[in-house]
């Protein structure tokens, strides 16, 4: 038997096993052909070699061995965001390590700012666990990508298992009866000063309610219904920032979808699908390389959606291992999170993309006071690396701070306006942003002889600075200028809607 780890192209820490072996053929209630599915045999036994599913907010992760069946759920926007102590100071600015740094202070810096903190970070959801008689036994788990749909082999009988593309739900259809399940908190919340989650049970289901910092609350709620021949589980979640009641609006959401039933559900989940992949299709001779395309477009679909946080290092399948997930989950802009998006343009992935553009455009006012406050210069910045709320992580602050990781994401912007030639995006959204990001990167400037240079913001150096990346970021700042005489006429003709 041969397999193909694959390294998710989402800046995931997931590594997906795909069975390649013909003679390892596995049998499979799925409809679609091989290029479009996963198949993995039993058992799974780690949360990151599991089958991933999601809607662009909620996601989940479906492993497990013998008779335990887990669906490991997430959400995008579970967040701490309490900011991180060293960057609280304000004394803390660029203008402080540009002289601690040319002093040879580097060490009492690094001391005094550089200190490691739990947060801000991402923060894990939880886990269903299914118990199973002895007598059932997982002998695979499938991903049918073309209708965003995961399955379970149990003999001669199958769980089928989706995140509603339409609904704040996930479905899952289990053969017979089923009444042994529970929620498991993770218990990396504690660390973070949090009491552990409360969970609620009753005859209709179960639910975890997990307090966090700043007042935030996030809730999943599990709700089941016996049926003839089977038992639907309907699994949702909301949080403080959705409802001031998000435990109500977690169970009502479930009791609707258990209300409306599994084929409803499952026919405006396949319509979704079946939009999503008549967008654009790609035929390669090489089987693999087929298969690899693929699941990454799929996980366009299942975890990016325009209105939802866009995918931060593991998109919506925080680590599921009883700690806070692996570089805090954060948003790595050091082309992290502009190469996970890169490829929406050409697919024809729009909507998609929409996700990260509209997330950061949110963000222009956080980052107007950061380059203002932090580096004393107008227009924008955008940290180097950043939580949720657009404010930078922490730790090691020379990454984190990087100043010149905005102008990535400004190509980003005008790139999206190139393919779609959209004028009023161009005048409301790609030209604004670029010029601001310019604008603040142009302000960061210092001259050196007959040249201007940005200095470099670490503490290891204290050498004017002409690399590769800034040469490169220079060319952005050139931006602003060129885009000008290729945009004005555009602008100028344009007029909104009536």
């Not at 492993?63 to 309490?82: A, Q």
């Not at 960057?87 to 402080?96: D, I, L, Q, R």
């Not at 959801?125 to 007598?135: A, E, I, K, M, T």
């Not at 005859?203 to 016996?226: H, M």
């Amino acid at each position: 038997m041969k397999y193909l780890r694959i390294l998710l192209p989402v800046n995931t820490v997931i590594v997906i096993q795909i069975v390649l072996g013909c003679s390892g053929l596995i049998n499979t209630p799925v409809r679609t052909g091989p290029s479009f599915r996963l198949d993995l045999k039993a058992p799974i036994d780690k949360w990151d070699e599991a089958i991933p599913l999601g809607n662009g907010l909620t996601g989940g992760l479906l492993w497990g061995e013998e008779n335990i069946i887990n669906l490991s759920l997430d959400r995008g926007d579970l967040w701490d965001v309490r900011s991180h102590p060293g960057f609280t100071n304000p004394e803390f600015t660029y203008e402080t390590v540009k002289k601690m740094a040319l002093a040879g202070l580097t060490d009492s810096l690094n001391r005094q700012y550089a200190r490691v903190s739990d947060f801000p970070t991402k923060l894990p959801g939880c886990r269903l666990v299914l118990h199973f008689p002895d007598s059932t036994k997982a002998e695979s788990f499938h991903l049918d990508m073309k209708r965003g749909l995961g399955t379970v082999d149990i003999g001669d009988t199958y769980i089928e298992c989706f995140f509603s593309a339409i609904r704040s739900v996930a479905i899952i259809k289990i053969p017979g009866s089923l009444q042994d399940y529970e929620l498991i908190s993770n218990p990396a919340v504690t660390k973070l000063g949090n009491k552990p989650a409360h969970i609620e049970e009753d005859d209709s289901g179960i639910s975890l309610i997990q307090d966090a910092a700043l007042g935030f609350r996030y809730v999943f709620c599990v709700k089941s219904k016996q049926l003839k021949n089977y038992t639907l589980l309907a699994v949702s979640s909301a949080t403080s920032c959705d409802s001031d009641d998000p435990f109500d609006l977690a169970c009502r959401q479930a009791d609707k979808a258990l209300s409306d039933g599994y084929g409803q559900l499952l026919r405006e989940h396949e319509a979704w699908w079946s939009e999503f992949w008549s967008k654009s299709s790609v035929s390669i001779p090489d089987s693999v390389i087929q298969k690899h395309y693929n699941l990454v477009q799929y996980f366009y679909g299942a975890a990016s959606k325009r209105g939802a946080p866009p995918m931060p290092l593991q998109g919506v399948w925080t680590a599921d291992a009883g700690s806070l997930p692996p570089w805090h989950g954060d948003y790595h802009h050091d082309l992290n999170t502009q190469l996970t998006y890169w490829a929406y343009l050409a697919s024809n992935r729009f909507d998609q993309g929409l996700s990260f553009l509209d997330f950061m455009w949110s963000l222009k006012p956080v980052h107007e006071e950061f380059a203002r406050n932090f580096f004393g210069t107008e227009g924008i910045v955008v940290p180097g690396v950043m939580s949720i709320d657009g404010k930078p992580m922490g730790a090691w602050y020379q990454y984190s701070l990087s100043p010149t990781m905005g102008a990535w994401i400004a190509q980003s912007f005008y790139w999206h306006w190139r393919y779609t030639m959209d004028t009023k995006f161009l005048k409301e959204r790609a030209y604004p942003y670029c010029a601001a990001i310019a604008e603040g990167l142009a302000g960061l400037m210092e001259p050196d002889r007959n040249r201007f240079y940005f200095h470099s913001n670490s503490a290891e150096t204290g050498k004017w600075s002409d690399n590769f990346k800034n040469l490169l970021l220079l060319k952005c700042v050139a931006f602003r200028h060129f885009s000008e005489s290729e945009c004005e006429a555009k602008m100028k003709s344009y007029r909104p809607p009536a």
